[in-house]
């Protein structure tokens, strides 16, 4: 009889999360199971976040918080002291080092023949009716059970703006980057913690570099403090939540606190996908439309090392920030020519380089695949159009409601779901509660299709 077997499409670390927890539960077990890791890009276990080859790419969260393993909090510092990396709980790795680290997490959890795991480099393009995902290249993976950890899509495109050479649509599609070092001005659009990485890098490609960072409220994302702050408790109201009294909640928090933002966020972060499943469907509109971009901000921060960086950049006049909305672009014989709203006041802009640094795209329909899935029926995009729409536990809604049986999906995917959903430590633990219902669906779908003589 066949092992029964799991295809996860997508490679990067949810990817590589999901198929650590499940090769580490099978061996605990006893169980035999076969995994396959489909990755486009063949990066597996590092996706995008984890291929750069930048050293001031650093994680955005300290070292004793990114164990890929749930029930082992100590894992990465572990690690680094083995691979010879000078590493303690309250640094900021480079993230080049964390993809080595999941490669190595990945392969150790590998026991073949009884527990095998198959590196695919191939693009998914549909889910066939007896579960096998078929490949752009022809090949069929069978699976008993198939999950989506297609973590966070390209950058949605920029209305206005031609395809152009020295237009980046996608600043991690490949070494975007690394023509953008002639010293040209760079326009990034927005100021997340994508513009952060883009900044850092062109920024130091070429002394001469000038970075403008645009997008409607021009906020950068808070730093860490330089010494980690406590959980501070925040009491809020019993039964269904309003946006307007979680707010009130977190600034009575926070002026209790004398002022600590950071120990509010700490004390919020285990409750967050609770608190979403407690607004409403309309509440959590509001939140997305008013909140949502401002919370961002306090909540995912960056490295100390980070922030200072960007303020040096900053007063040496090399990294300015603009309020407003991009109109247009056209090209110039040096680049682009740029059109945008600077609060109310039409401004162009001669640019060398144009990067979207907008964050993921939102729109699952615009990848081939999951829009087949959603065309078909088998999926669903969830109310707010933030990814797919599934149960708690991760299992796909059709376009009925009706929880699979055997498709699932976890991170970013599920934003709309949990809503935070994108962080390492999140996804861990989204990894090690789906193991378990992977494995007992590979099973029992195995027994039952490919039963023994």
Request: hydrophobic share 45%; no cysteine; net charge neutral.
């Amino acid at each position: 009889m066949a092992l029964p077997s799991v295809a996860v499409v997508g490679g990067g670390a949810s990817g590589a999360l999901t198929a650590i927890h499940l090769l580490r539960l099978a061996r605990t077990s006893g169980t035999d199971v076969t995994v396959t890791l489909l990755d486009q890009g063949g990066r597996h276990a590092l996706g995008q976040a984890y291929s750069t080859t930048d050293p001031h790419h650093l994680l955005n969260t300290r070292a004793d918080r990114m164990s890929a393993l749930d029930d082992d909090p100590d894992h990465l510092l572990a690690w680094a002291r083995t691979a010879g990396l000078d590493a303690s709980g309250p640094d900021y790795l480079p993230r080049a080092h964390y993809g080595r680290y999941l490669r190595d997490v990945l392969a150790a959890a590998e026991e073949p023949p009884a527990r095998t795991l198959h590196r695919v480099t191939a693009t998914a393009v549909a889910l066939e009716a007896d579960h096998a995902v078929r490949l752009a290249d022809g090949r069929r993976v069978t699976a008993d059970a198939v999950v989506l950890a297609l973590g966070n899509r390209s950058p949605a495109p920029v209305p206005g703006v031609p395809a152009h050479p020295r237009h980046v649509a996608d600043p991690w599609a490949g070494d975007a980057l690394s023509r953008v070092g002639d010293g040209g001005p760079v326009l990034i659009l927005g100021t997340g913690l994508t513009m952060v990485d883009v900044a850092l890098t062109v920024a130091r490609t070429h002394p001469d570099t000038v970075v403008y960072a645009l997008s409607r409220r021009a906020l950068l994302p808070r730093p860490h403090p330089p010494h980690p702050a406590a959980p501070v408790p925040v009491a809020l109201p019993d039964g269904p939540l309003r946006v307007r009294g979680l707010l009130a909640a977190v600034r009575q928090a926070v002026r209790e606190s004398g002022g600590d933002r950071h120990g509010v966020m700490e004390g919020l972060r285990p409750h967050v996908q609770e608190l979403w499943r407690r607004l409403g469907p309309d509440e959590r509109r509001l939140f997305l439309r008013r909140v949502a971009r401002y919370w961002e901000v306090h909540r995912h921060r960056i490295p100390p090392a980070s922030a200072a960086a960007l303020a040096d950049l900053r007063a040496s006049g090399r990294l300015r920030l603009l309020r407003g909305s991009l109109v247009g672009a056209e090209p110039t014989a040096a680049g682009l020519r740029v059109r945008a709203d600077l609060d109310g006041a039409a401004t162009d802009l001669e640019v060398g380089w144009l990067v979207n640094a907008t964050g993921p795209g939102s729109d699952v329909t615009a990848d081939p695949f999951l829009g087949g899935l959603v065309a078909s029926g088998t999926a669903r995009p969830d109310p707010f159009r933030l990814g797919l729409d599934a149960a708690p536990d991760g299992a796909v809604l059709d376009a009925d409601g009706r929880p699979s049986d055997h498709l699932f999906a976890l991170g970013p995917l599920l934003r709309g779901t949990l809503y935070e959903t994108t962080a390492v430590p999140e996804i861990r633990t989204q990894a090690a509660a789906l193991a378990p219902r992977l494995l007992e669906a590979a099973v029992t779908r195995a027994a039952r299709v490919r039963p023994v003589a």
